[in-house]
């Protein structure tokens, strides 16, 4: 695909009726912590057609983050692939909206609208539905071709068209890695992780301290965790993104475990300046570097 997409999947735009009890039962365990975003717009979350008027079709979009890049200090406090370049919200958001132009221009006025992460989507459901890839044991979407690390993005359109077959095979068989390697014991079933156990919740949507449970479990996570995906036998077969705005910083890859232990606000504003991990803000990062910096 031109825009950089890797895998495209058409959906109906329905009721997710499987989904509305596991969504209800997740929010009434509180697994959403103190995520309270997640709460709101229920049902919109499980019917598209509350979000777009008239809305027919749900397309699903998949972006490759893999990075070629690692970090260079091996002692250095991590940082997810996925956040290594700039906000990959604005990347897709400006793409989307390439792809919905591009859809006018061929067919004409079509209502729809684009969607990545942050608005009341089930991301994930929807990806399945389009035949991208399999609902995994640590909870994330595989693509038989290309592993995990890749971000869904939605374009939900008034117009019918042609539907993929949902991916309904499963296959992570017997295999349990994510499950066994999940520090904090967040996979707490296959397919569904307590989001308040998570480390990427807890270095990044936590406003609060830490709770000390988790001292000596984070493994120096410092924004995000890939645990799970980094252990999945799936993720062998990951291959860099060509995705320019995906690119870190070289002074980002360089920084050593010291110079992320002193760093500053100046310095925090420089590397971090379009990036997804502005949302923990120069104090939640710091937060983050000094619960993790006696004990991992
Ligand atoms: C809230 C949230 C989190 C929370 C909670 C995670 C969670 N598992 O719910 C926290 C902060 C912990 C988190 C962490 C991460 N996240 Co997040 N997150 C979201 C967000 C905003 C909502 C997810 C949600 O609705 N959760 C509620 C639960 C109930 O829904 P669900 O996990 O999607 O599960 C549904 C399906 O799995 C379905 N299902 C289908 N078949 C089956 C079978 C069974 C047996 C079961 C039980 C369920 C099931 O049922 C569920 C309800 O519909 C989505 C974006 C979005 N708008 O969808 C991104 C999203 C899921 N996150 C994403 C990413 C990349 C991550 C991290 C990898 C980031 C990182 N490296 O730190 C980690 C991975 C942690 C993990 N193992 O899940 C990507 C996943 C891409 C992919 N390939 O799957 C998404 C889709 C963002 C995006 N648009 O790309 N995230
Ligand atoms: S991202 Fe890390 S903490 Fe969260 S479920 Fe996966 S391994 Fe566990
Ligand atoms: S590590 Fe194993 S169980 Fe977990 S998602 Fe990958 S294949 Fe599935």
Known sequence: MRLGFAQCGIAAATFLEEEAPRLESWLKNGHHGQMGYMENHFDKRLDPRLLVDGAKSV???????????????????????????????????DKLSLLLDFIRREIGEVNGRAFTDSAPVLDRAWATRAGLGWVAKNSNIISKKSGSFFFIAELIIDLELEYDQPFATDHCGSCTRCIDACPTDAIIAPAVVDGSKCISYLTIELKDEIPADFSGKMQNWMFGCDICQDVCPWNRFSIPHKVD??????????MKKEDWQDITEDVFRVLFKNSAVKRTKFKGLTRNIDFIKVKH
């Open 245 to 254: 705005a995906f690119k870190p910083q070289e002074q980002l890859l360089q």
């Open 59 to 93: 397309i699903s979009l998949s972006l490759n983050y893999f990075p070629m890049e690692q970090q260079s200090d091996p002692e250095a406090p991590r940082i997810s692939k996925y956040a290594y370049g700039q906000d990959y919200h604005t990347v897709i958001k």
